[in-house]
Nanobody, 121 residues
Framework: QVQLVQSGGGLVQAGDSLRLSCAAS??????YGWFRQAPGKEREFVGR????????SYADPVKGRFTISRDYAKNTLYLQMNTLNPEDTAVYYC????????????????WGQGTQVTVSS
């Protein structure tokens, strides 16, 4: 049974950093991603990493501030978020899928439970 269990998140101030974790179990996938959904908005792509870690991409709003990484020993995915601003406030989701380089929700088969990130100004 595939499970993605998220941890991290919380309330921070603008300019702060935060790291989200996503522990995966059950099997490995070609592609792991992060999405977020702000209140009243559609869920949007944040970034993704290939299983072996060689291919990483980010959405424009987070480029240069967010970093995705993997710990193979722990089978855990991370989203390091730096220089946070109020526009980053959202529920963040990790996801796993078989489609390489996928950047849309339909490219992913399994989802974490979501974790709230709130950035105050």
């Amino acid at each position: 049974q595939v499970q993605l269990v998220q941890s991290g998140g919380g309330l921070v101030q603008a300019g702060d950093s935060l790291r989200l974790s996503c522990a995966a179990s059950g099997r490995t996938f070609s592609n792991y991603g992060w999405f977020r959904q702000a209140p009243g908005k559609e869920r949007e792509f944040v970034g993704r990493i290939s299983w072996e870690g060689s291919m990483v991409s980010y959405a424009d709003p987070v480029k240069g501030r967010f970093t995705i990484s993997r710990d193979y020993a722990k089978n855990t995915l991370y989203l390091q978020m730096n220089t946070l601003n109020p526009e980053d406030t959202a529920v963040y989701y990790c996801a796993a899928g078989r489609k390489p380089l996928g950047q849309t929700q339909s490219d992913y088969d399994y989802w974490g439970q979501g974790t709230q990130v709130t950035v105050s100004s």
